[in-house]
């Protein structure tokens, strides 16, 4: 406890910036918060842990049909627990091990550059706007800030030789690739630093490598007692994806790819456009190119050039491990995206190099804090400005607030009738309402989700026929529709007893008295 008084006496100011950053993330917390698929899925599974107690032994998906560890289902399902199934604490404990991330940049910078620099970082950090979005994703990418930063840290104290931290960076990779599997990139870097700083390898090491496959246990133990259900699916993979991927080289997608870093360089120091939230997450591509398209093309051409000699300065010009691990991460980050995304013609997204988010404004802090001291607060007061009115103004259409208020207006029209649930949209059509009705609602008997999550409603049964009444949820876009839309929106309204708008979503209660609804799906 003590030692907790003198942190708070000595680091005073990295506290008030700390819970002020937190503050600023839960902020308007359930009418920005963003629950669709990526999220449902794990609500599901840990309400079924909680409910039913059905531990899973598997975890999330990944592009190659098997499945990752469960480690963090069964945190996401602790922290459903303690709310009693609302997923809106998954935000707040977003906004919460956020103040780890910045503790680690304040640390990082500090003993680099001083306590000014150390400011700075954290400043950013704290009030950037995309941050603070994204730390309100507990998703499974959301990790990657919080690995990158920790393994660099670790890193930094191994070459120091310090190294008792070999037991804290082996924990934090074999969870991490759990996760998501883009963060074997920091296997990557760990194995190039180990290289190049001719890091020893001696019993210790040893010791922390065997937390990888010690993790991958309970993986094992769900493909002996299911004739290995996990592990079949990459041969499957790999046979209907042979001539997909094939290797090939354009260079429209290299220069695409080259430019998402300074795009997401800028948009990280200040994110141009609409104050539309749910854009920022999105996987339609209208709006992954608009988010891009907004950003003036000189802020772009000045980000390029602020990396490219950041990397020259770092590599040629530095003896600092923390600057050389930055840049080294960077471009295994960089020659990854141009593998797949170049190479093997993936489909590359903002959010794949989240782990570079804390360092790229780790470097736009390091030139400001070059700037005489004047001219350094006035920045800092422009950018901590520019970014809170921002948040300030911003919005979510889709929001959990909005949700929850449509589904109250169901329970009310509905009563005790039983319904089915339909979802009809261009983008977010699966937006976590069959999950959020359980908690919030009244569960339909059918929905058009049950063929993918109808194992994981326990004890709930699934209809074999819609009944009289049938419950869509129109998510409208923010871009004009397909025709398909429109006809099938068409089709709903006419059989409409009543409807009502919340945010984008158009909740419309229809008759299926006669059974229509069947016969056209």
């Known amino acids: 406890m003590r030692k907790l008084i003198n942190f708070q006496k000595k680091y005073w100011f990295l506290v008030l910036i700390s819970s002020l950053a937190f503050i600023v993330r839960i902020f308007k917390l359930n009418d920005l918060f963003y629950f669709t698929y990526d999220e449902e899925v794990p609500a599901l599974i840990g309400r079924r842990l909680i409910l039913w107690h059905h531990m899973p032994l598997i975890g999330g998906a990944t592009p190659f049909g098997f499945h990752l560890g469960p480690y963090f289902y069964w945190f996401y399902a602790f922290l459903l627990l303690v709310s009693k199934l609302n997923p809106v604490i998954w935000g707040v404990a977003g906004a919460g091990i956020s103040i780890i991330t910045i503790i680690l940049i304040f640390l990082l910078t500090k003993k680099v550059g001083g ?123 790999l046979e209907n994806n042979r001539d997909k991927n094939k290797p090939s080289f354009s260079a429209y997608r290299f220069i695409e790819n080259s430019i998402l870093f300074p795009r997401t360089f800028s948009r990280i120091v200040y994110t141009f456009g609409d104050n539309e939230a749910a854009k920022q997450y999105s996987y339609c591509k209208e709006f992954i190119n608009e988010k891009f398209d907004y950003i003036p093309n000189i802020i772009i051409f000045i980000s390029s050039i602020a990396l490219i000699a950041y990397l020259y300065w770092s590599l040629k010009m530095q003896k600092n491990p923390l600057w050389i691990l930055i840049s080294l991460t960077t471009l295994i980050y960089y020659f990854g995206i141009q593998l797949y995304g170049t190479i093997l013609n993936g489909d590359v997204l903002e959010h794949y190099i989240t782990g570079l988010l804390p360092f790229f404004l780790m470097i736009a802090a390091l030139i400001v804090s070059k700037l005489p001291r004047k001219l350094w607060v006035l920045a800092l007061i422009i950018f901590m400005y520019s970014n809170l009115a921002k948040l300030s103004l911003a919005k979510n259409s889709q929001g959990l607030s909005y949700k929850k208020q449509a589904i109250e207006f169901v329970n009310s029209q509905v009563g005790n009738q039983s319904f089915s649930l339909e979802s009809l949209s261009t983008c977010w059509r699966y937006s976590g309402y069959r999950y959020l009705f359980a908690v919030f609602g009244k569960e339909p008997v059918k929905s058009f989700v049950d063929p993918n999550f109808g194992y994981l409603y326990g004890t709930t049964a699934i209809a074999s026929n819609h009944p009289d009444t049938v419950v869509v949820f129109v998510a409208h876009n923010f871009i004009a529709e397909t025709e398909d839309f429109y006809k099938r929106h068409a089709v709903f309204k006419s059989h409409e007893t009543s409807s009502a708008i919340f945010g984008s979503i158009e909740v419309i209660i229809m008759d299926n008295s006669l059974k229509w609804f069947d016969k056209n799906n």
Not at 165 to 194: E, Q
Request: proline share 3%; hydrophobic share 55%.
């Open 115 to 237: 306590k000014k620099l150390a400011t700075t970082a954290a400043i950013f950090w704290a009030f950037s706007y995309l941050a603070n979005i994204y730390d309100r994703h507990l998703w499974a990418l959301y990790w990657g800030t919080l690995v990158s930063l920790i393994t660099v840290y670790s890193l930094t104290k191994i070459i120091e030789g310090k190294y008792k931290y070999i037991y804290l960076l082996a924990i934090t990779l074999a969870l991490a690739i759990h996760a998501d599997l883009s963060n074997l990139v920091f296997f990557g870097l760990t194995i190039i630093a180990w290289v190049a700083y001719k890091l020893p390898l001696n019993r210790n090491t040893i010791l922390a490598a065997f937390f990888v496959p010690l993790l991958i246990t309970p993986l094992v133990v769900f493909d002996l007692r299911h004739d290995f259900a996990n592990t079949k699916p990459i041969g499957i993979f």
